[in-house]
């Protein structure tokens, strides 16, 4: 049986390339069949990195079949992943974020989870001496991964070896971190194809505060006037999504990776209070701006209150 390797549903550049990468080393270094799969489009950044490298869009499923061998990497948590997910064969887990509970798999498995900012630089670490083997498609897709999840080293998730692993990699591939970051965010950054609900989802992850339940989407870009432009209808939307994804409110950070600070939508009282407790931030209108705020994961999750 084939091995199918995914991520979490809205891939982003690491939850497109991670997958790539492993079933690239179960393929071609193990000798055991594996295919790369998505669980949604993926987003403009990831779409960018498949085209820059040349490699294939890997195909999307929606949910997996009892017993299906699988390797999940970049999450952990089961509301991100196919409903059937219990059902399969779930055979390694890969990922750098914390632990959520709730999958249940057929034995013992191999997992590996360690505080890194990127999947991709954790997969390296696993190939060991076979990443000599990687071809520069995998080495530019693993090099995407890192600087997307790192925000080119700015977001407090950046380890030393995050930067370490990404450096030698494009030393090897002969390209300018600065510049080829650049080339990353602008496409990142072009969301002018998406409508206001397909933002809201496009990186977003739920999480609970106490009974309330939220979709926290990120928008990192160096253009945040393009998402902010829209702010209105975007507010007007988030009742809709919220409605329809079974959550209480949407909330929004458009993330200006040059500025280093996020700017959080505030559609009414309820999102005021989150900016208050959370983050210490006083609402006078619509929009709130917070300084270094960078990671969801880091900064944001951690932080909410209502």
């Avoid at 030393?171 to 409508?195: I, T």
């Avoid at 609970?208 to 939307?237: C, H, I, Q, W, Y």
Wanted: glycine share 6%.
């Amino acid at each position: 049986m084939t091995t199918l390797v995914f991520g979490h549903k809205a891939p982003d550049t690491d939850s497109t390339g991670s997958p790539i990468l492993w079933a690239w080393y179960l393929n071609e270094v193990k000798g055991s069949a594996a295919e790369a799969v998505l669980l949604g489009e993926p987003n403009t950044e990831a779409a960018f990195m498949l085209e820059r490298w040349n490699l294939p869009k890997p195909r999307i499923i929606s949910d997996v079949e009892d017993g299906q061998a699988c390797v999940v990497v970049d999450t952990n948590n089961p509301a991100e992943l196919p409903a059937n997910i219990n059902g399969a064969d779930v055979q390694a887990i890969i990922d750098h974020h914390k632990l959520v509970g709730g999958l249940e798999t057929k034995g013992p498995i191999d997992i590996t989870v360690r505080p890194l900012a990127c999947t991709a630089t954790i997969i390296l670490d696993l190939m060991g001496e076979d990443t000599a083997k990687l071809p520069e498609a995998m080495k530019g897709a693993a090099l995407t991964c890192i600087l997307s999840d790192t925000l080119e080293f700015r977001s407090p998730t950046t380890t030393p070896h995050d930067r370490a692993v990404a450096e030698q990699l494009a030393d090897q591939l002969g390209l300018d971190v600065s510049d080829y970051a650049a080339e990353m965010f602008a496409a990142k950054s072009d969301v002018s194809a998406y409508s206001d609900a397909e933002l809201l989802r496009m990186d977003s992850k739920e999480y609970g505060v106490g009974d309330t339940k939220f979709r926290v989407s990120v928008l990192e870009t160096t253009a945040p006037e393009m998402v902010l432009n829209r702010k209105d209808s975007l507010m007007e939307s988030m009742t809709t999504v919220a409605e329809e994804d079974g959550v209480d409110q949407v909330l929004l950070f458009v993330v200006d990776i040059l500025k280093e600070e996020a700017t959080l939508l505030v559609p009414n009282d309820l999102v005021k209070t989150v900016a208050e407790k959370s983050f210490g931030a006083a609402p006078e209108g619509d929009t709130v701006v917070l300084p270094g705020v960078m990671s969801r994961k880091k900064q944001i999750i951690p932080n909410l209150a209502v």
